[in-house]
């Protein structure tokens, strides 16, 4: 079965969209064919939304402060017999309850150049620096320092934490190779190490290594990046030193990007309350 979604928002999408996607995938046999429509903010624009809403009927999803726009929407979805979903709307009221306060209604708010956005920016310039080992006499000024073999989702990983406000480095683990000696003097970052189970981690090399044959600038790589009791000596190696430093090790095989960043980030929280709880503070949420 198809569905028409028509992801309806007065700023990027981003809110509307990763919500309707986390609904829609918990359904089986259902294609999601989605319309985005980004910067929603005049009447012309919700009448283009109603117009294509008429021509490819589905559901209507959105993220709108202003009243006026709206009322457009959701009269044009009544007239047109099409469900429409506020998303947001059950949050807001449950928070003015809870605080005592009205919304402000401000479009965008959660993209605003704040401080938060700024250290957004300024974790992700620092894992660009510190991506694969760059780097290394910097570590210490990290929040998070992740460790594994190559294809361990770690790169990806650190940039979902970047976008978090969280400065990420990651450094890989090469068989017989040591690890900079910069890692044997950390005192602030949280240093976690990724694995793998290794058949899947043959299959994501192997799979690079196509993808990389048909690009314009191949990259050299051992002959047996991709045999098997190779991968597995690595892991190997990896989990020994893993150990030999105590740090917390996370199993990335059936785990996706995000929920590997989840895990992380849990591990991050777990160690700062900690240290406020030593220092007689209170932990931040």
Same mark, same amino acid.
């Given at each position: 079965?198809?569905?028409?979604?028509? =992801?309806?928002?007065?700023? +990027?999408?981003?809110?509307?969209?990763?919500?309707?996607?986390?609904?829609?995938?918990? *359904?089986?046999?259902?294609?999601?064919?989605?319309?985005?429509?980004? *910067?929603?903010?005049?009447?012309?624009?919700? /009448?283009? @939304?109603?117009?294509?809403?008429?021509?490819?009927?589905?559901?209507?999803?959105?993220?709108?402060?202003?009243?006026?726009?709206?009322?457009?929407?959701?009269?044009?979805?009544? /007239?047109?017999? @099409?469900?429409?979903? #506020?998303?947001?709307?059950?949050? *807001?009221?449950?928070?003015?309850?809870?605080?005592?306060?009205?919304?402000?209604?401000?479009?965008?708010?959660?993209?605003?150049?704040?401080?938060?956005? *700024?250290?957004?920016?300024?974790?992700?310039?620092?894992?660009?620096?510190?991506?694969?080992?760059?780097?290394?006499?910097?570590?210490?000024?990290?929040?998070?320092?992740?460790?594994?073999?190559?294809?361990?989702?770690?790169?990806?990983?650190?940039?979902?934490?970047?976008?978090?406000?969280?400065?990420?480095?990651?450094? #890989?683990?090469? =068989?017989?190779? #040591?690890?900079?000696?910069?890692?044997?003097?950390?005192?602030?970052?949280? @240093?976690?190490?990724?694995?793998?189970?290794? /058949?899947?981690?043959?299959?994501? $090399?192997?799979?690079?290594?196509?993808?990389? /044959?048909?690009?314009? +600038?191949?990259? $050299?790589?051992?002959?047996?990046?991709?045999?098997?009791?190779?991968?597995?000596?690595?892991?190997?190696?990896? $989990?020994?030193?893993?150990?030999?430093?105590?740090?917390?090790?996370?199993?990335? +095989? $059936?785990?996706?990007?995000?929920?590997?960043?989840?895990?992380?980030?849990?591990?991050?929280?777990?160690?700062?309350?900690?240290?406020?709880?030593?220092?007689?503070? +209170?932990?931040?949420?």
């Amino acid at each position: 079965m198809r569905l028409h979604m028509h =992801l309806v928002s007065d700023s +990027t999408g981003d809110t509307v969209t990763t919500v309707a996607r986390a609904g829609i995938s918990q *359904f089986d046999g259902v294609v999601p064919v989605e319309h985005v429509w980004s *910067f929603v903010r005049s009447r012309a624009q919700v /009448e283009q @939304v109603l117009s294509m809403v008429k021509a490819l009927p589905g559901v209507v999803i959105y993220t709108m402060v202003s009243p006026d726009l709206r009322q457009v929407l959701e009269e044009g979805c009544r /007239e047109l017999q @099409v469900p429409v979903v #506020p998303i947001l709307d059950g949050v *807001f009221k449950a928070l003015s309850r809870l605080l005592g306060a009205e919304t402000r209604q401000q479009i965008g708010r959660q993209h605003a150049m704040d401080d938060g956005y *700024f250290s957004r920016i300024e974790a992700m310039d620092f894992m660009l620096q510190h991506d694969d080992g760059q780097s290394p006499w910097d570590l210490n000024a990290a929040d998070i320092v992740l460790v594994g073999v190559s294809r361990a989702s770690k790169t990806p990983t650190c940039i979902y934490l970047a976008n978090r406000g969280l400065k990420t480095a990651n450094v #890989p683990v090469v =068989l017989d190779c #040591p690890l900079p000696k910069e890692l044997d003097s950390l005192d602030k970052p949280l @240093v976690v190490g990724l694995t793998i189970t290794p /058949e899947p981690l043959v299959q994501i $090399r192997s799979n690079r290594l196509k993808q990389m /044959e048909r690009g314009s +600038t191949p990259m $050299r790589l051992a002959d047996d990046y991709t045999e098997l009791e190779r991968v597995r000596a690595e892991l190997v190696y990896a $989990r020994r030193l893993f150990a030999r430093y105590d740090w917390p090790v996370i199993d990335v +095989t $059936r785990r996706s990007v995000e929920e590997t960043a989840a895990a992380v980030f849990q591990l991050f929280q777990g160690r700062v309350g900690r240290a406020a709880r030593a220092a007689g503070e +209170t932990p931040p949420a």
